[in-house]
């Protein structure tokens, strides 16, 4: 299985950026998608969330601003973001939890997309 990200980039505070996500290989089923941000010596932390069935679940510093969406016949997960500000600038990873047809799920990530805001 393999996630590949994409979208990332500069923008100026206040702008907006669409990060996307697809998942290929061998997938039997796909449970949550996810996004995750990480800056340096700091530990991995959610971002956004998105259930097969379409419940999301954001953190606190981007509700109203930051919006997960996902496509199931593609394997694909988005994030929306806007008013984005400099303590969004991250790198960016999806995560989805894949049942390859084994009987189990296990999370694969992809390579991380960074983004920055600056002015």
């Known amino acids: 299985v393999q996630l590949q990200a994409s979208g990332g980039g500069l923008v100026q505070p206040g702008g907006s950026l669409r990060l996307s996500c697809a998942a290929s290989?061998?997938?039997?089923?796909?449970?949550?998608m996810g996004w995750y941000r990480q800056v340096p010596d700091k530990q991995r932390e959610l971002v956004a969330s998105?259930?097969?069935?379409?419940?999301?679940k954001y953190a606190d510093f981007v509700k109203g601003r930051f919006t997960i969406s996902r496509d199931n016949a593609k394997n694909t997960v988005s994030l929306e973001m806007n008013n984005l500000n400099t303590e969004d600038t991250a790198s960016y990873y999806c995560?989805?939890?894949?049942?390859?047809?084994?009987?189990?799920?296990?999370?694969?990530w992809g390579q991380g997309t960074l983004v920055t805001v600056s002015s």
């Open positions: 995560m989805a939890d894949i049942n390859q047809g084994y009987g189990w799920f296990a999370d694969f």
């Open positions: 290989g061998k997938i039997h089923r796909i449970n949550a």
């Open positions: 998105i259930t097969s069935g379409g419940s999301t």
